[in-house]
């Protein structure tokens, strides 16, 4: 009598391809998510940013002609963020407390706006 099973050795063979593909694609997975997540986060800067800009365009005479910071609880309160959301970092799943850095550049005699992580000079 003769049954149809597989043998330990096949079992085995079988186990070790499963590994050596998880071994593969496993990391390729995590980079692509943590990629996501990157993006997602300028993406969340960018937003804020352009927020700013949109107070700065609206604010003019509250601009200084050197260095200040709008927060992100600030555009919030000011309608130039959905109040509803809290801003989240992807990257750590916590809460963004950065600013934006508005400064004068004489030179080309108009205003940069980047984002930071700590605020310093409050504007206004």
Known sequence: MKTKAFT??????????????????????????????ESTLEEQKNTIVDAANRWGTDNVKFLPETTCDLSINFLKKEGYLDS???????????????????TFDSYNNQYKYTYVNECSNACK
Request: hydrophobic fraction near 50%; aromatic fraction near 0%; include cysteine.
């Open 8 to 37: 330990l050795i096949e079992l085995l063979a079988v186990i070790v391809i499963l590994g050596i593909l998880a071994t593969i694609t496993v990391p390729t997975i995590v980079g692509l998510i943590n990629n996501s997540k």
């Open 84 to 102: 509803e959301k809290e801003v989240i970092d992807p990257t750590t799943d916590k809460l963004m407390t950065g600013c934006v850095r508005i």
